[in-house]
C-alpha cells in the first residue's frame, strides 16, 4: 500500500508528496511534527500538516533569505534569526566571513533537536561556536534587545500556530528597535498566489516602518505555489543599489550576483499587489 503525505491550503487545494517511512511524529508543545523520508525530496520537515523543508530543495529558500540581506548589508557582523530552527539559514549565514555572530532564536526546542538528529546536512551550523541558541519566544528576545543587530532574518512558518505574532506591525516596529542604524530586516512573506492578501497587509506595514522597502522573489518547489516572496526594510542599503562585481564568490547552488538583481524584477500581478499598499 502506498503512503502519501498531503499539505492543504484554502481547503481547496493540496500538494503531495510519496512518504518511504515516517521517521518520528510528536506533539511538542507548540505544534504537530513530523519528520517523513520522501520518495522523491529525501527528508521532509513538517509542522501542523506545512511542508518546512526538504533535503533536496532547501539550499532555494535558505540562500534567498540570507545572501540578499547579507550582501546588501555592507559589513553584517551580528545576524539575528528568529525561527529557523532547523538551521538552514544558519548554514548559509556562516559561508559569510564577516559575520561574528548569529543568535537563533527558535520557539521550539524540539524543532531544533529533530532538525539535528533527522536533518544534518541542514542544521550542521547550528554546532558551531558563532552560534548562540536562544530557545524561547523571538518576540521577547527582539523586544529585550535594542540597537544590537544588523541583519534580522525572520524565518517563520506559515501565519497560523506559534509564528501569528511574526506578521504584525507591533512585531516589525520591535525589530526596527532591534536594528543598529543601518540595520536590515529580511522576512518570508508567503506566496501571493495563496496570500496575496497578506502580502498586500504586510507591505502596508513595513512602508509605515523602513524607509526602504523592497520585495524580492523566488521559485521552490515544494511550497504552495512555488512562487515564493520575501519583504526587505532596510534603513539605510538599497539591494537593487548593490555592485554586484564587489559581491564575493560563495558556494551556492540557487544565489548568483545577477539573480540579487533579478530577484527584485517582480511579475506585473505581484508587481500590483506591493504597489498597491
Given at each position: 500500500?502506498?503512503?502519501?503525505?498531503?499539505?492543504?491550503?484554502?481547503?481547496?487545494?493540496?500538494?503531495?508528496?510519496?512518504?518511504?517511512?515516517?521517521?518520528?511524529?510528536?506533539?511538542?508543545?507548540?505544534?504537530?511534527?513530523?519528520?517523513?523520508?520522501?520518495?522523491?525530496?529525501?527528508?521532509?520537515?513538517?509542522?501542523?500538516?506545512?511542508?518546512?523543508?526538504?533535503?533536496?530543495?532547501?539550499?532555494?529558500?535558505?540562500?534567498?533569505?540570507?545572501?540578499?540581506?547579507?550582501?546588501?548589508?555592507?559589513n553584517?557582523?551580528?545576524?539575528?534569526?528568529?525561527?529557523?530552527?532547523?538551521g538552514?539559514?544558519?548554514?548559509?549565514?556562516?559561508?559569510?566571513?564577516?559575520?561574528?555572530?548569529?543568535?537563533?532564536?527558535?520557539?521550539?526546542?524540539?524543532?531544533?533537536?529533530n532538525?539535528?538528529?533527522?536533518?544534518p546536512?541542514?542544521?550542521?551550523?547550528?554546532?558551531?561556536?558563532?552560534?548562540?541558541?536562544?530557545?524561547?519566544?523571538?518576540?521577547?528576545?527582539?523586544?529585550?534587545?535594542?540597537n544590537?543587530?544588523?541583519?534580522?532574518?525572520?524565518?517563520?512558518?506559515d501565519?497560523?500556530?506559534?509564528?501569528?505574532?511574526?506578521?504584525?506591525?507591533?512585531?516589525?516596529?520591535?525589530?526596527?528597535?532591534?536594528?543598529?542604524?543601518?540595520?536590515?530586516?529580511?522576512?518570508?512573506?508567503?506566496?501571493?498566489?495563496?496570500?496575496?492578501?497578506?502580502?498586500?497587509?504586510?507591505?502596508?506595514?513595513?512602508?509605515?516602518?523602513?524607509?526602504?522597502?523592497?520585495?524580492?522573489?523566488?521559485?521552490?518547489p515544494?511550497?504552495?505555489?512555488?512562487?515564493?516572496?520575501?519583504?526587505?526594510?532596510?534603513?539605510?542599503?538599497?539591494?537593487?543599489?548593490?555592485?554586484?562585481?564587489?559581491?564575493?564568490?560563495?558556494?551556492?547552488?540557487?544565489?548568483?550576483?545577477?539573480?540579487?538583481?533579478?530577484?527584485?524584477?517582480?511579475?506585473?500581478?505581484?508587481?500590483?499587489?506591493?504597489?498597491?499598499?
Amino acid at each position: 500500500m502506498e503512503l502519501w503525505f498531503t499539505e492543504h491550503h484554502n481547503d481547496c487545494i493540496g500538494y503531495s508528496l510519496k512518504v518511504k517511512r515516517t521517521l518520528n511524529s510528536e506533539e511538542t508543545k507548540y505544534q504537530k511534527l513530523d519528520v517523513i523520508e520522501s520518495e522523491f525530496y529525501g527528508r521532509v520537515l513538517v509542522l501542523d500538516g506545512i511542508l518546512q523543508t526538504t533535503e533536496k530543495d532547501e539550499f532555494v529558500y535558505h540562500e534567498m533569505i540570507v545572501h540578499v540581506p547579507l550582501f546588501t548589508h555592507k559589513n553584517p557582523k551580528n545576524v539575528l534569526i528568529v525561527g529557523g530552527g532547523d538551521g538552514g539559514a544558519v548554514k548559509e549565514i556562516l559561508k559569510h566571513d564577516t559575520v561574528e555572530r548569529i543568535v537563533l532564536a527558535e520557539i521550539d526546542e524540539r524543532v531544533v533537536e529533530n532538525s539535528k538528529k533527522y536533518l544534518p546536512s541542514i542544521s550542521y551550523g547550528l554546532n558551531d561556536k558563532k552560534v548562540e541558541l536562544m530557545i524561547g519566544d523571538g518576540i521577547k528576545y527582539v523586544n529585550e534587545h535594542k540597537n544590537e543587530f544588523d541583519v534580522v532574518i525572520v524565518d517563520s512558518t506559515d501565519p497560523i500556530g506559534p509564528a501569528v505574532g511574526l506578521f504584525t506591525e507591533d512585531f516589525y516596529r520591535s525589530v526596527y528597535d532591534c536594528l543598529r542604524d543601518d540595520g536590515i530586516i529580511v522576512a518570508q512573506t508567503e506566496s501571493p498566489f495563496i496570500y496575496g492578501n497578506l502580502i498586500n497587509k504586510l507591505s502596508k506595514m513595513f512602508k509605515k516602518i523602513y524607509p526602504i522597502v523592497k520585495p524580492y522573489i523566488c521559485t521552490i518547489p515544494t511550497y504552495p505555489g512555488h512562487l515564493w516572496t520575501f519583504t526587505m526594510g532596510s534603513k539605510k542599503y538599497d539591494p537593487e543599489a548593490v555592485d554586484v562585481n564587489n559581491i564575493p564568490e560563495i558556494e551556492t547552488k540557487y544565489y548568483t550576483p545577477e539573480l540579487h538583481k533579478s530577484s527584485f524584477v517582480l511579475p506585473k500581478f505581484l508587481k500590483d499587489i506591493f504597489e498597491e499598499a
